[in-house]
């Protein structure tokens, strides 16, 4: 059985430029976070970054590519118009995408959303909680009714996201907010997953139920099928049933339609 190919995009700005985070995130928190992936006999997780040709979202990557996982923060505007394209292609044939902490403002998340995916925010280390709302879903396999991250980014409500077809987890703080922190949506035939723990300046890759939430969602969102952006003209003479055509036509048969 061939293994689920997830392909880990890292900003990869904060772990150039601060010390402190590139001692927690030596490898880079797309590091960390493949290797975590890579411990799941099930999963071939590789890593590209922003600083590479076309950031590393080739054409052939990207269609090598089972599950798109996404992290950004302090350069979502230097990500270029035509590789977000790209990957909205991808994710409406089929391709998963996992947008994580701060990628809730990566491009690609707001506009295959349609919304701002604003929210509010404190960066002061508190515990979080997260709580296993939906325990009957896959994501949430062998986990416990909640789990706790000691220190973590706090993101409250509210969250400028449409309405989730699927709520997994909420999170708690220890300054009193909540957080709609885990939830996915579906667009054309690619399912999406944002999961909000992440934030640069903790070890929070390396925690075992975050590693094990990023395992479930690899799995999840793999594609079911492929869909392909076309509309083939079907001649009269294809249809099921035999018909005739009975009205004027605008398109010779055959021809393309219109974009």
């Excluded at 925010?121 to 949430?140: D, S, T, Y």
């Excluded at 009205?247 to 974009?259: F, S």
Aim: with cysteine; glycine share 10%.
């Amino acid at each position: 059985m061939s293994k689920i190919r997830a392909t880990i995009w890292g900003e990869n700005v904060h772990e150039q430029k601060v010390a402190f985070i590139r001692e927690i995130y030596p490898k880079g928190m797309h590091g960390c976070i493949a290797d975590g992936l890579n411990e799941d006999a099930a999963i071939e997780a590789t890593t590209v970054t922003l600083q590479e040709p076309e950031h590393g979202l080739t054409v052939e990557k990207l269609a090598a590519t089972d599950v798109l996982v996404w992290w950004g923060h302090a350069a979502h505007g230097e990500v270029q118009d035509a590789i977000v394209d790209r990957v909205i292609k991808r994710v409406n044939e089929g391709m998963g995408l996992i947008v994580l902490h701060s990628g809730h403002y990566a491009k690609v998340f707001k506009r295959l959303l349609g919304t701002t995916c604003s929210l509010t925010w404190r960066e002061a280390g508190e515990k979080e909680r997260l709580w296993v709302c939906n325990p009957g879903h896959p994501i949430a396999a062998g986990l416990g009714t909640y789990f706790e991250i000691e220190q973590e980014e706090m993101y409250g409500e509210p969250f400028g996201i449409p309405t989730p077809d699927e709520q997994i987890f909420i999170s708690w703080f220890e300054g009193g907010e909540v957080f709609r922190s885990g939830a996915t949506w579906k667009r054309g035939n690619g399912k999406i997953f944002y999961f909000r723990p992440g934030h640069e300046s903790y070890p929070t890759y390396y925690d075992a139920n975050v590693k094990l939430v990023l395992k479930n969602a690899v799995r999840w969102a793999k594609p079911e099928g492929t869909w392909i952006d076309t509309c083939p003209n079907i001649p009269v003479d294809k249809a099921p049933e035999k018909i005739e055509i009975k009205g004027a036509t605008l398109h010779a048969p055959g021809e393309e339609g219109l974009k």
